[in-house]
T-cell receptor, first 117, second 112 residues
Framework: EAQVTQNPRYLITVTGKKLTVTCSQN?????MSWYRQDPGLGLRQIYY???????DKGDVPEGYKVSRKEKRNFPLILESPSPNQTSLYFC????????????????FGPGTRLTVL | DAKTTQPTSMDCAEGRAANLPCNHS???????VYWYRQIHSQGPQYIIH???NNETNEMASLIITEDRKSSTLILPHATLRDTAVYYC?????????????FGAGTRLFVKA
């Protein structure tokens, strides 16, 4: 089954304790992205990657790191989490190029609910 | 990318058409209109996209005005399972980069 998986789905941690949220897709997609969703603010893009070893900042990259060493995986790293990073996180992937020059539909993972105390 | 404006919420009776408007008055010639929806706290789901022409797929229809300053997503026969937040996004195609900006969306309530 074609899917985007995220782990863990739920995480409660404390301020300053480094954590990694994993994201994996089995669709051979070039493009992957991380979003956070907060009440009243909608979905905001954190980082995205257009292919292996190619990453770029979204609108809210502060406090996050990413890496893209393999095409299928795009982990999100919080080196020193703070309470303001408590949020619902989504990973997404898509093909890079579409026939009509548009941008391909993104497939989203189930989300990771993170609480930083 | 152009900014979009959507109503905060809308109601629709089950079995009737749901028409969700989106204003994008600053859209430029190479920007596409995309629609996604999010049910509860699940990951968003792609619905449809278009550039100039109206589009239809198995989920919905997209009507874009001739001046492209607004569009309407139509769910022809809304069901209770269509209750969700619907996001309208405008952005350039892949040649313009891959930043994605979701707005606040429209919360659609389908009522029995």
């Amino acid at each position: 089954e074609a899917q985007v998986t995220q782990n863990p789905r739920y995480l409660i941690t404390v301020t300053g304790k480094k954590l990694t949220v994993t994201c994996s897709q089995n669709m051979n997609h070039e493009y992957m992205s991380w979003y956070r969703q907060d009440p009243g603010l909608g979905l905001r893009q954190i980082y995205y990657s257009m292919n292996v070893e190619v990453t770029d900042k979204g609108d809210v990259p502060e406090g996050y790191k990413v890496s893209r060493k393999e095409k299928r995986n795009f982990p999100l790293i919080l080196e020193s989490p703070s309470p303001n990073q408590t949020s619902l996180y989504f990973c997404a992937s898509s093909l890079l190029y579409s026939r009509d020059g548009g941008y391909n539909e993104q497939f989203f993972g189930p989300g990771t609910r993170l609480t930083v105390l | 990318d152009a900014k979009t404006t959507q109503p905060t919420s809308m109601d629709c009776a089950e079995g009737r058409a749901a028409n969700l408007p989106c204003n994008h008055s600053t859209i430029s010639g190479n920007e596409y209109v995309y629609w996604y929806r999010q049910i509860h706290s699940q990951g968003p789901q792609y619905i449809i996209h278009g550039l100039k022409n109206n589009e239809t797929n198995e989920m919905a229809s997209l009507i874009i005005t001739e001046d492209r300053k607004s569009s309407t997503l139509i769910l022809p026969h809304a069901t209770l399972r269509d209750t969700a937040v619907y996001y309208c996004i405008v952005r350039v195609g892949w040649a313009g980069g891959f930043k994605t900006i979701f707005g606040a969306g429209t919360r659609l309530f389908v009522k029995a």
